[in-house]
């Protein structure tokens, strides 16, 4: 039989998370607190003699399903917080005394009838599941499958978004840059030609003169670029060594 | 201690997540209330499986898990649908549709 304090821990592992969902303003953390409610019933699932059901509980649902949630939350905005103004008068007291109203009756119900528990337990292990349900309940498995395609392709459907624009080639992305007085051609990459082939060196044009262009915009905002003149003289003196007449530089 | 106490635990679970539904008006977290309306009703097929001592009750629990996988795929993506529309998820919202 089940152990009591397995019973207890499962029912707090359970029942004081799940009261997040009302009580919870962030729906965030009640996401995180659902998800701890599908672990204690994987226990419970365990406990009742159905390994499988609990191992598909914590994949299915811990895994899939409720990372879905999140996602969707992200979507949407995870700061959303719920107007707290009531459209229908007395509707949160009504809903609250329906609510609890609903678990008494259960409760009442089920302690009002008798069970007669069975000593033997089939175990729910996944070779007996797999036996039942590619045998006796191999068309259920089947009407699943198409079940589960037909819920992708209406997610596809549902989210798709039609274009507003017509979608821009290469070719017009590139004429709308030129129109717009780009540089038809790359910028010199910093450093080539340069002696130190840095990211802080500016290139040098065939004339030997620095091209700031060449450095990021961000490197000369903060001063840390070496400006080039160092080369620049060094050049003059090769170019004399090369009989260059003076005044070309 | 006997599975009946799961079903009593069950019915505790029900209860709060219909209380969800009913109370939120975020529409993700009135579907996480059905979600646990959905897994409070697999536990009493699963404790009422143990019960009875055979493996049918955990067949169901198996299929419904499944279809509740596809119908959270379709909600989830009426949600983002209804948000796009809108910008907001709020469940009262959507009743100022009506001229």
């Known amino acids: 039989m089940i152990s009591p304090v397995l019973f207890w821990f499962v029912a707090f592992i359970t029942v004081i998370p799940a009261l997040a969902l009302i009580f919870s303003r962030r729906p965030v953390h009640v996401a995180m607190a659902v998800v701890l409610v599908m672990v204690g019933l994987a226990i419970s699932y365990v406990a009742l003699d159905a390994p499988f059901l609990g191992a598909v509980q914590i994949i299915v649902y811990t895994g899939a399903v409720m990372m879905l949630f999140l996602f969707t939350l992200m979507l949407v905005g995870v700061d959303k917080r719920e107007s707290l103004k009531e459209t229908i008068t007395g509707q949160r007291w009504i809903a609250l005394a329906l609510a609890i109203g609903l678990g008494a009756l259960l409760i009442s119900v089920v302690s009002r009838l008798t069970f007669s528990v069975s000593e033997r337990a089939t175990v729910g292990e996944p070779t007996e599941v797999a036996g039942w349900l590619f045998g006796d309940y191999v068309l259920v498995v089947e009407v699943l499958g198409f079940l589960l395609i037909t819920a992708a392709v209406g997610a596809l459907v549902l989210t798709h978004v039609p274009r507003l624009f017509p979608k821009r080639t290469q070719a017009e992305i590139q004429a709308a840059r030129i129109a717009a007085g780009a540089d038809p051609v790359n910028k010199a990459f910093p450093g080539f030609y340069a002696r130190h082939n840095a990211l802080d060196a500016p290139a040098l044009d065939p004339e030997g003169n620095p091209i700031e262009d060449s450095v990021s915009r961000v490197l000369r905002a903060r001063n840390q670029t070496i400006d080039g003149s160092e080369f620049k003289d060094d050049n003059k003196a090769r170019r004399r060594e090369l009989g260059a007449k003076e005044d070309d530089a | ?99």
């Not at chain 2, 599975?3 to 977290?29: E, K, M, T």
């Not at chain 2, 499986?49 to 596809?70: C, D, K, L, P, T």
């Open chain 2, 1 to 99: 201690m006997s599975p009946v106490n799961f079903v009593y635990l069950a019915s505790v679970l029900f209860a709060i997540g219909a209380a969800a539904v009913l109370l939120r008006r975020n529409a993700i977290v009135a579907f996480m209330g059905v979600e646990l309306m959905l897994n409070a009703a697999n536990l009493t097929l699963v404790a009422f499986s143990r019960m009875i001592g055979e493996i049918n009750g955990q067949i169901m629990a198996f299929f419904v898990m499944v279809v509740a996988a596809a119908e959270v795929v379709v909600g989830l993506a009426i949600i983002i649908a209804v948000f796009r529309a809108r910008q907001s998820i709020s469940l009262d919202e959507p009743s100022e549709l009506k001229g």
